[in-house]
């Protein structure tokens, strides 16, 4: 990569952070090229140059989000040594992001999970980095049903899911939710 690709790239994370900052304040479907070109003090132009679309423009958002909470959810890894309680935080830590960005969820378009399986079909999946830390440590429990590690970790990440939507509906949270997620589903696949 020359000097100047490095630059376009840096100069497109930069966007992405910012544009970010006016997604989840503004939500997908509100939002238009020309607000978010003007929220980063760029020209619309100089924005359908980094991304040729709205579309894009979240995708690669999604992606960096995504990035940032691998980064994440490895370093609390350092700190943690048994498996369940890894992924204990990796439940902590996911409620936590989401947390932060509740007025994107509740966006009717971002928040729909057909159109992250549409951007999926398109791009590729981002959230496979996430697949894979969890397969890693579903393959460190003993006793499990199956040794595919990657599908438990899938089915994990979905399944965890249903604890932000019962949220995101009005429900209580309580202090032990993680703990009680991992029971749950390590229950579910035990033998």
């Known amino acids: 990569m020359d000097i100047k690709e490095k630059i376009k790239e840096f100069k497109k994370e930069l966007v992405l952070q910012r544009a970010g900052e006016y997604l989840e304040k503004h939500g997908f479907a509100n939002s238009k090229m020309s607000d978010i070109a003007s929220f980063c003090n760029l020209s619309v132009g100089a924005l359908y140059k980094l991304f040729s679309s709205k579309e894009e423009l979240f995708y690669e958002y999604v992606r960096l989000q995504i990035e940032i909470f691998v980064d994440n959810l490895l370093k609390g890894f350092e700190k943690i040594d048994d498996p369940i309680q890894r992924l204990q935080f990796f439940v902590e830590l996911k409620f936590e992001t989401f947390k932060s960005k509740v007025n994107l969820l509740k966006d ?64 209580d949270i309580h202090e032990d939710y993680a703990k009680e997620a991992c029971d749950f589903f390590i229950k579910g696949v035990v033998k």
Do not use: C, M, Q, R
Not at 119 to 136: H, M, S, T, W
Not at 155 to 160: K, M, Q, V
């Open 108 to 171: 009717t378009v971002a928040g729909d999970p057909l159109f992250f399986a549409k951007l999926n079909a398109n791009k590729g999946n981002p959230a496979v980095a996430i697949y894979e830390v969890l397969a890693k440590e579903f393959a460190k429990i003993e006793g499990l049903k199956t040794k595919d590690h990657l599908k438990l970790a899938i089915l994990f990440h979905s399944f965890t899911f249903g604890y932000i939507e019962h949220w995101l509906i009005g429900g």
